[in-house]
């Protein structure tokens, strides 16, 4: 079974960096896809960053794009999500996840059948 931790959350100020980190560990092979999730109080679960595990074709939600930068270090099992500009509506819980090797790689969180456990981003104004 896939197993996901992330790390990195923590509060900043409005236009400040955050880089969060997901290990990714267990049978990492049968992965497709992998992703950054968020989710504010109250709100749906929203995907802001996925990409095919392997390649650089990564996909981003319109409000985070030119903001957000995600990659994969194969070598080390790990993704990185850079969040720069931070702005008071990115506060969520952010998760990683995995999806299996038939997953189509979008934004959408019912692809993924692996979830860490998340990490807390709070920006103030």
């Known amino acids: 079974q896939v197993e996901l931790a992330e790390s990195g959350g923590g509060s900043v100020q409005a236009g400040g960096s955050l880089r969060l980190s997901c290990a990714i560990s267990?049978?990492?092979?049968?992965?497709?896809?992998l992703g950054w999730f968020r989710q504010a109080p109250g709100k749906e679960r929203e995907g802001v960053a996925v990409?095919?595990?392997?390649?650089?074709?990564?996909f981003y939600a319109d409000s985070v794009k030119g903001r957000f930068t995600v990659s994969l270090d194969n070598a080390k099992n790990t993704m990185t999500l850079q969040i720069n500009t931070l702005k008071p509506e990115d506060t969520a819980v952010y998760y990683c996840a995995a999806g299996g090797p038939a997953v189509r790689c979008d934004l959408s969180p019912v692809r993924f059948g692996y979830w860490g456990q998340g990490t807390q981003v709070t920006v103030s104004s």
């Open positions: 267990g049978p990492i092979a049968s992965v497709n896809c």
């Open positions: 990409g095919y595990s392997g390649t650089n074709h990564t």
